[in-house]
């Protein structure tokens, strides 16, 4: 048993829904207990889906454990075929159904569905999201691809058989999947970047494919891991069983996406550019596609030098944050994390390079805690991450799944490839901006302009004044309102007089009913009151008053 | 208008009874709104992974760093022996209070994995208090997914501190639901013009500040979810007033009405006091009636509120309604807003959400009331929605809310009235 307040990840079951979420033509019948349903927001909200994922639940109740729920699961399938009318069907149970053991892929298996089927057997009690996903994945393409399959013994197809064929290179883009991080712009961004270089994409799976085309699979010259977590194990599959090779450097940063096509040159026997050589003084293809190289040795870029970042994510965006941040930005990694323990030995040897331990856990809190210990300026990390940097104070940046609605922007923003550098750039370097007005506010603060409620980004947990070299700013503030910035000559105005009028119309009651609003909507709330009262000429603003000016303002 | 509450007419005829795929929450979620009412409380969940991650999809966003709630998983030793299972709760529950030294009131929630393996949490409640003796009282409920419904948590949590109510016959008021603070606040207000004195709630603020029940008690009912705590109430000699929910204008003051008159308020007084609350809430009302007017709804089933809902909306809004869809029907607890409803209003019970997603776009309704998973998809089909989870959140209660609960449905109208993207 083990104590979570937050997860990282869900439990594997909703890694099966990403893939079938992603791809169209299959359908998932889930054996589950009423409530189980919650998982379809995660789509439709974060993801923004317009579409119902195409999962059908079984919701059972107590009533349903006397009598049969077997049938309930034939039933269940038997329906959503005819409704659905999926190219490939996936089968599996949640949690609580594992308990119950009705085998719904086994009960699948006898009813002659004619539909591709994929009995799902996903633990509940011992794995996670992202290995569900992954094991669906392969589950599925192994499946589809069984008939295919060379006999044992049949020679590796070799990598440069397209120049026999007379036509270009072409690759498979495996791992991309919703609920992942920018899976979306990375796959378009990748799509480019290899038809610059005249490599053609056959399949991108799971997201946006059908069944049919992970049947084509076999048909291209490599495979492209682009995301271990979902595509490692399928990816090691077809290279065991149809002997495709596979890339399998992420292109997420400068020297990742230049070491990207240089593998991916290597394996398709392609002639390398010139301008992907490692040559002494000669522009290279990242200087001229990316901004980022310039960037960061412009001269305003100084400021970022070695400063201390704190890292935790999915292993891929965890590694490969930290070598931009260490190699590209001139940062200080210092620590180092994931969740997935599936890639835990990557990110440790990641970690190594650094001089740091990798911390691998799925407990929120303890990540919490070694952020503050490391004294970080700046966190790449997760949703979660997010909201612990902003109990520390400090900036961060979002790197990594989990996500929020947020994370899922309108405008085009990939981390892979040339643009996805300068996405990086932008999207790490701003709010490490952003803390450096928090400390001009700080240095600031007793500013006659600055002591009029300003709020920071930052809400409440903003450092006050830290390493600006402000003396003792602190010590004051906490001494109330005798310490209180004396206001400058010249300040006091007709309008505060008015203003000072209006605040001394709240009656106790009024203030107190005032205080129940949210502080977001205080402010209006008040100004609302205050005109209502004058309009009306009230002696005074009490708690009634409130009410009608509310009622009044309503619309 | 008297004080008396409307009469109770016979139940309406047709129910469309379904039972097939239900897109609903389970009970564990209502632990979102029951942690912030009793900020002394912590709610563990005792379940799977699935448990923790429904919580936090349901709370929507992460707003605490360490919120007082939170999910022991069970992991597969836990499974393989119960006697294991109870020594990792006493340890984990052990940790959690030296974390957590505030907590006066545990609540052990069961979930469907911890039912299914029959894990009693009551057996471990009575052993933790042993353990514990006084420092922190330790409660047990379900609120599994195979035993209770989205709402339905609430009602289960209620129950399980009736035993420690304690007992008195003292004449009092006793509001039976959470309600937003600063909402209960008013109602107490406007009960003392009354001159209704002793009011009191259930869930109380503070956890451990449990009100009083016996024969003096009248029961009003705040939420319409609380089946079985109502019943029970009414075991320990309460008496249980019926009464439309207070949605409304004419909902909150005749659910006002329903306590005056149990507590002899002269009506004379009762108009002095709530007529002018009723005549603003009524102004507050107009601008958005005048949006809702005429226009149809359908509410999918999903917190048990609809009823009372569709009621305020099609009697103070105007509003033409398609189907009513419930969770299930508690035929005694919404009698009241039952007989308000317009005659031959279709009502469903349960769910077939496909068969009932084609009825909805066979019918093309002007707004769905929906759950989130639903919105976005019915949406993107043309068709305007309003998210059922804002309304157990949101301060909608009372006269003063009026305007504001009717906001909620007129802003996706207004909102679709707004935009012109082509």
């Known amino acids: 048993m083990e104590l979570t307040l937050w997860t990282y990840e869900g439990p594997p079951h909703v890694g099966a829904m990403r893939i079938a ?9 889930l054996h589950a207990p009423q409530g189980d349903t919650y998982a379809d ?26 009598g049969d729920t077997a049938e309930l699961v034939q039933r269940s ?33 006898g009813m002659n569905l004619g539909v591709p089927m994929v009995n799902l057997e996903l633990p509940a009690y011992s794995k996670k999201e992202n290995w569900g996903a992954a094991e669906t994945f392969y589950q599925l393409v192994r499946t589809l691809l069984k008939a295919q399959l060379p006999a044992p013994g049949t020679p590796k197809p070799s990598p440069s058989r397209w120049r026999d064929e007379g036509r270009r290179p072409r690759v498979n883009l495996l791992g991309p999947s919703l609920l992942g991080f920018r899976c979306r712009d990375d796959v378009l961004e990748i799509t480019r970047l ?30 492209v891991c682009l995301y271990p977590e979902v595509a490692g194990p399928v990816c090691s599959w077809l290279e065991r069983s149809f002997g495709t090779p596979v890339v399998r450097t992420v292109p997420i940063g400068i020297g990742a996406t230049a070491a990207f096509l240089r593998e991916l040159h290597g394996v ?96 929120y809190l303890v990540v919490e805690k070694a952020m503050g210990e490391a004294a970080a300026e700046l966190v790449l990390g997760t949703q979660m991450e997010r909201h612990s940097a902003k109990r520390l104070g400090l900036p961060c940046a979002v790197i990594s799944a989990p996500l929020h609605v947020q994370d899922v922007p309108a405008r085009y923003s990939p981390q892979m490839g040339w643009e996805g550098a300068n996405v990086i750039f932008d999207s790490w370097v701003h709010p490490l901006m952003m803390g450096l007005e928090e400390h001009l506010i700080g240095m600031f603060r007793h500013d006659f302009e600055f002591v009029d409620g300003h709020r920071s980004h930052l809400g409440d947990g903003a450092p006050a004044a830290a390493g600006t070299g402000e003396p003792e700013a602190a010590g004051t503030a906490a001494a109330g309102p005798a310490a209180d910035p004396v206001p400058a000559p010249g300040t006091t105005t007709a309008a505060d007089a008015v203003r000072e009028a209006l605040e001394s119309l709240w009656t106790a009651d009024g203030e107190a009913e005032l205080a129940k609003i949210p502080f977001f909507v205080r402010g209006k709330v008040r100004k609302n009151t205050e005109a209502f009262a004058r309009e009306r000429g009230l002696a005074r603003i009490d708690a009634e008053a409130l009410y009608d000016a509310k009622a009044h303002f309503s619309r | 208008m008297g004080v008396s509450a409307p009469p109770i007419q016979p139940s309406p005829p047709d129910i469309l009874k379904e039972s097939g795929q239900r897109e609903v929450f389970c009970g564990l979620t209502s632990i979102v ?65 030296e974390r957590r030294p505030e907590i006066r009131t545990l609540f052990l929630v069961g979930s469907c994995p911890s039912e299914v393996i029959k894990l009693d949490l009551a057996k471990a409640a009575e052993r933790l208090n042993t353990q514990l003796l006084g420092r922190v009282r330790v409660l047990n409920y379900s609120g599994s997914g195979i035993e209770t419904t989205f709402t339905q948590g609430e009602d289960n949590a209620l129950l399980a501190m009736l035993p420690l109510l304690p007992s008195s016959d003292e004449e009092q008021l006793l509001i039976v639901g959470t309600l937003a603070d600063a909402v209960e606040d008013r109602f107490r207000l406007i009960f003392e013009r009354l001159g209704i004195t002793t009011v009191r709630s259930l869930p109380p603020r503070r956890s451990t500040d449990l009100p009083p029940v016996g024969k003096g008690t009248r029961v009003l009912l705040a939420q319409p979810f609380l089946s079985a705590t109502a019943r029970a109430l009414q075991h320990r000699g309460a008496t249980l007033l019926s009464a439309p929910y207070p949605f409304g204008v004419e909902g909150s003051r005749d659910w006002m009405a329903a306590a005056a008159t149990a507590f002899g308020v002269p009506t004379e007084r009762f108009n002095a006091v709530l007529d002018p609350l009723v005549e603003r809430g009524r102004r507050a009302l107009e601008p958005h009636r005048q949006v809702l007017a005429g226009k149809r709804l359908f509410l999918l089933p999903d917190s048990q509120m609809e009823i009372p809902l569709a009621r305020f909306l099609s009697r103070e809004c105007g509003m033409e309604l398609v189907e009513v869809g419930t969770p299930y029907l508690d035929r005694q607890l919404m009698a009241a807003d039952l007989a308000l409803l317009p005659p031959a209003t279709q009502l469903s019970e349960g769910q077939d959400v496909d068969l009932q997603l084609e009825r909805v776009r066979a019918a093309r309704p002007d707004l769905v009331l929906c ?52």
């Open chain 2, 33 to 97: 709104w029951l942690h912030r009412r009793m900020p002394d409380a912590f709610f563990l969940v005792v379940g799977s992974r699935t448990c923790a991650h429904l919580i936090q999809s349901a709370a929507g966003v992460m707003i605490f760093a360490e919120p007082r709630f939170g999910t022991a998983i069970l992991g597969e030793r836990d499974l393989a022996g119960l006697a294991d299972a109870n020594e990792e709760l006493d340890r984990l529950v052990k940790d959690l209070l």
């Open chain 1, 21 to 29: 979420t992603s791809m169209e033509g299959v359908h998932y019948v």
């Open chain 1, 41 to 66: 927001l995660l789509f439709t909200m974060i993801e923004r889906r317009g579409l119902r994922p195409p999962v059908t639940y079984t919701t059972f109740q107590a009533r349903d454990l006397g």
């Open chain 1, 77 to 109: 399938i038997r329906q959503a075929v005819e409704r659905f009318q999926p190219e490939a069907l996936l089968v599996g149970e949640s949690c609580t159904a594992e308990l119950i053991q009705d085998q719904p892929g086994a009960l699948a298996g």
């Open chain 2, 371 to 422: 759950g989130l998973g639903l919105a976005n998809p019915l949406e993107a089909e043309g068709i305007a929605t309003k998210w059922s989870i804002e309304l157990v959140f949101s301060p909608i209660h009372g006269c003063d809310q009026a305007g504001e609960l009717a906001e909620l449905f007129a802003r996706p109208l207004r909102r679709r009235a707004l935009l012109q993207l082509s």
């Open chain 1, 194 to 223: 290899l038809a610059e270089h005249g490599i053609d994409v056959a399949v991108v799976a799971p997201l946006g494919s059908r069944p049919a085309d992970l049947e084509r699979i076999p048909t291209a010259d490599a495979n």
């Open chain 1, 268 to 363: 398709l026997d392609l002639a390398l550019p010139a301008d992907l050589q490692s040559l002494e003084g000669q522009p290279s293809e990242a200087e001229r596609r990316s901004r980022l190289p310039w960037y960061s040795r412009s001269v305003d870029s100084t400021y970022l030098t070695g400063k201390r970042v704190f890292i935790f994510a999915d292993a891929t965006h965890a590694i490969a944050a930290a070598r931009i941040a260490s190699k590209e930005l001139g940062f200080q990694v210092v620590g180092l994390g994931s969740y997935s323990r599936e890639q835990a030995r990557e990110v440790r040897a990641a970690a190594a390079e650094l001089g740091l331990e990798a911390l691998i856990t799925d407990d």
